[in-house]
T-cell receptor, first 117, second 113 residues
Framework: EAQVTQNPRYLITVTGKKLTVTCSQNMNHEYMSWYRQDPGLGLRQIYYSMNVEVTDKGDVPEGYKVSRKEKRNFPLILESPSPNQTSLYFC????FGGGQGAHNEQFFGPGTRLTVL | KNQVEQSPQSLIILEGKNCTLQCNYTVSPFSNLRWYKQDTGRGPVSLTIMTFSENTKSNGRYTATLDADTKQSSLHITASQLSDSASYICVVRGNFGNEKLTFGTGTRLTIIP
């Protein structure tokens, strides 16, 4: 089944304790992205990757890191989490980035609910 | 600044009734507009996509319309079902160097029996 998977789905941690949220897709997509979703603010892009070893900042990159060593994986790293990073996080992938084709649908993972105490 | 505004913020209707959700955007130049359905605690799932040359697109009981001149889109849900209870998000992609996605904050729809 074509899908985007994230782990863990739920995580409660404390300020300053490094954590990684994994994301994997099995659709051979070039483009992957991380979003956070907060009440009243909608989805905001954290980082994105156009292809292996190519990553770039989105709208809210502060406090996050990413890597893209393999096409299928795009982990999100919080080196020193803070309470303002408490949020619902989504990983997404699509065949290409940019505006290439109206049918370049973005598929979302199931989400990771992170609480930083 | 690229913006996507949705209305209403929330809506409650009786099962079986129709409803229409609105999306206004300022993204320019424009490439395409998608409507997503997001169930509580789940990732968004695409319902429809329209380019500037399309003014209507249907997916079962969901029909989206687009007026690229006025930069408005609507999502009409016919004969609502309890499973339609979800958030509906409008997402606009720009073009020609402005190709990022801009997300609306969504409309929370609740269907009551």
């Amino acid at each position: 089944e074509a899908q985007v998977t994230q782990n863990p789905r739920y995580l409660i941690t404390v300020t300053g304790k490094k954590l990684t949220v994994t994301c994997s897709q099995n659709m051979n997509h070039e483009y992957m992205s991380w979003y956070r979703q907060d009440p009243g603010l909608g989805l905001r892009q954290i980082y994105y990757s156009m292809n292996v070893e190519v990553t770039d900042k989105g709208d809210v990159p502060e406090g996050y890191k990413v890597s893209r060593k393999e096409k299928r994986n795009f982990p999100l790293i919080l080196e020193s989490p803070s309470p303002n990073q408490t949020s619902l996080y989504f990983c997404a992938s699509s065949l290409f980035g940019g505006g290439q084709g109206a049918h370049n649908e973005q598929f979302f993972g199931p989400g990771t609910r992170l609480t930083v105490l | 600044k690229n913006q996507v505004e949705q209305s209403p913020q929330s809506l409650i209707i009786l099962e079986g009734k129709n409803c229409t959700l609105q999306c206004n955007y300022t993204v320019s130049p424009f490439s395409n507009l998608r409507w997503y359905k997001q169930d509580t605690g789940r990732g968004p799932v695409s319902l429809t996509i329209m380019t500037f040359s399309e003014n209507t697109k249907s997916n079962g009981r969901y029909t989206a319309t687009l007026d690229a001149d006025t930069k408005q889109s609507s999502l009409h849900i016919t004969a609502s079902q309890l499973s339609d209870s979800a958030s509906y998000i409008c997402v606009v992609r720009g073009n020609f160097g402005n190709e990022k996605l801009t997300f609306g904050t969504g409309t929370r729809l609740t269907i009551i029996p």
